[in-house]
């Protein structure tokens, strides 16, 4: 069990998008990093950089002809950091009487899905296999 711990880097509005992001799907290429969050090229590296630099991501490098391909993943850091965030933000509303449930589900049971998506191998890559990724400005 985690235990709820605030996580400032990771509460920034953009990170915090970008952490949820990847904790839904493994592996995402940059395009649709770039696309879901809504960010520009720069800003969406420097927030990847941030993120890998403190170990909650993990950023694949590759071509894909002569295109460059990076895509990026959490670490079971990240992982860990996201979930004991989500607990601290849910116990900060249960302190105010609201209620957390995730969309879809019955208020009976937990909103926070918790497992490891440490093994997916498979880049959500927004299209059929093959991709055409940004510019990679790192």
Do not use: C
């Amino acid at each position: 069990m985690n235990t709820p711990r605030f996580d400032e880097l990771i509460h920034a509005p953009t990170r915090l998008s970008l952490v949820a992001f990847l904790a839904a799907t493994g592996w995402a290429d940059f395009k649709v990093l770039r696309d879901s969050i809504g960010l520009s090229d720069s800003a969406l590296s420097k927030q990847l950089t941030t993120l890998e630099d403190a170990g909650y991501i993990e950023i694949r490098k590759a071509f894909v002809g002569k295109r460059p391909r990076t895509s990026a993943r959490l670490t079971s850091n990240g992982r860990t950091a996201f979930d004991r965030h989500v607990l601290a933000l849910q116990q900060i509303i249960a302190g105010t009487g609201g209620s957390v449930v995730a969309p879809g589900q019955p208020a009976g049971q937990a909103a926070l899905r918790s497992g490891s998506h440490e093994a997916d191998d498979e880049v959500l890559s927004g299209g059929s296999g093959a991709t055409a990724s940004a510019p990679d400005h790192r």
